[in-house]
DNA sequence: ATTATTTTGTGTGATAACGTACCGATCTTT
DNA sequence: AAAGATCGGTACGTTATCACACAAAATAAT
């Protein structure tokens, strides 16, 4: 009883030639991602790519004075797993289940085989990683010139779009650890977006209330990482 | 008469078997790379990829406020070009060429017989990419949480790796464009490396007088991104 | 040699963000 | 309902870095 192409949501697989796809799903497992779970830990071997069904994972990079900073956010728009595709087994990049959901898993071994059963699948993938390898890149540019603020608003919108409804739940806590910051940083920042109507937030909950005025507050990072996922990925894959 | 495999200084091109070099050989076009000269600009398509033999190429982030900043640097352990492997003729990232030297030049129009003609190329080359986006992923955590003069400190071994003497063609305003930062914070941190005897500097031109002492005093992020290299493309490919 | 240009040193005040701390509000558990 | 835990608001002093400005030193051009 194979899995059926039209009730997968994410935007790789959904993206792929019928028979394609067809010939692809018995190496598909689907999979819970609870909250927390790590999908790539540091010093473990990657043993599976992840084709994010619901929720978003975080790629975080860790830091020895216990830090970590978010580099990049992959929900169905995407998978976990670019260093399985680009031939190592390993990355310093640490991925989490940030918020629950669901996936499809490709254990790394039927990697090959996928790719040889679903041709237009190196393409993708080459693809993603390469529009998650420029969101990286904005990161860099966006950490080092523009304000908490503004980069708050930057992840609300990202999250947004990657999420099933205006509702997302996390802490200000977990914001700060998210964006590098102090969890006071993210109250006042917060506070202010809430005081201009943008948005509005309760004990471990964000409710998205002006798409439209965020991402006019936000930095042009947005944009432009959006526009260029659309690119590669097409309107469709584009989150 | 073809290009020996002895004589190629790029890293990647040097570890190729020697048959499979030979056979690539034909494809490579030996050119000079300037300073300033831009391989690679966000606004146009993507013709070739370089592997750098001498000289060093500055991964940029334009923002729209003018500035930029840099994500990542490229020498003769690497190859400019990643987009066009892995599947697309544009970046909104941009490669200019910061220290002058050589490489040599593949057509992007030829990189599929490339491949076909060198089996191990395309492994090297992701392996590559993988080890860039390591770096990059660095790159975000470093800006956030890093001062000034540790992230300098950073840089400054990196140009050192990839560069042939002591000797670093930088003057502060060039140092603060590739940084992010002010010209005079730079003239503040380097001031105090200075001073510390680790380095020395006049007109543009930086000398690193003691290697072992930068080490000590960079932040993790050197000897994190170094030891992926080194994984990644074997101690032989690492700077 | 003189003049222009580039490069570096330095100062002042402003600002963003930090570390830390404490309190009240809200949620969870019993 | 009470107690405990988590969550958010706010404040204080500190630090890193900024923007701007100007002068001294070094280099290049005439």
Redesign the interface.
């Known amino acids: 009883m194979s899995l059926e192409q039209s009730v997968v949501r994410n935007h790789l697989l959904a993206m792929l030639p019928a028979q394609e796809f067809q010939a692809l799903a018995p190496y598909l497992v689907p999979v819970d991602l609870p909250a927390r779970q790590i999908l790539q830990h540091p010093s473990e071997p990657i043993r599976a790519l992840y084709f994010v069904e619901d929720g978003w994972i975080s ?1 975080l ?1 860790a ?3 216990g ?3 978010d ?2 956010i992959v929900g169905r728009e995407g998978m976990i797993g ?2 399985i ?4 087994d ?4 640490e991925a989490m289940v940030q918020r629950a959901g669901s996936g499809l898993r490709l254990d790394a071994q039927h990697l090959q085989d996928a790719l040889r059963a679903s041709p237009s699948l190196r ?1 993708l993938l ?2 993603f ?2 529009a ?3 969101q ?6 966006c ?3 523009h304000p908490i603020e503004q980069r708050l608003v930057c992840w609300l919108l990202m999250a947004h779009d990657r999420g099933d409804g205006d509702d997302l739940p996390m802490t200000h806590e977990a914001l700060a650890a998210t964006l ?1 910051v102090r969890r006071a940083s993210i109250s006042v920042a917060a506070g202010a977006l809430q005081k201009a109507g943008l948005i509005r937030y309760a004990s471990g909950r964000i409710t998205i209330l002006d798409r439209a005025g965020l991402e006019a507050a936000a930095c ?1 990072c947005y944009s ?1 990482v959006c526009a ?1 996922y659309r ?2 990925l097409g309107n469709d894959g584009a989150v």
């Open positions: 790629l990079m830091l020895q004075d830090s970590s900073v580099i990049g670019t260093p595709l680009l031939g190592s390993r990355s310093i990049v393409q080459m693809h990683s390469l998650l390898m420029t990286v890149g904005q990161m860099v540019a950490n080092r010139r590098g042009e432009v260029e690119r590669l």
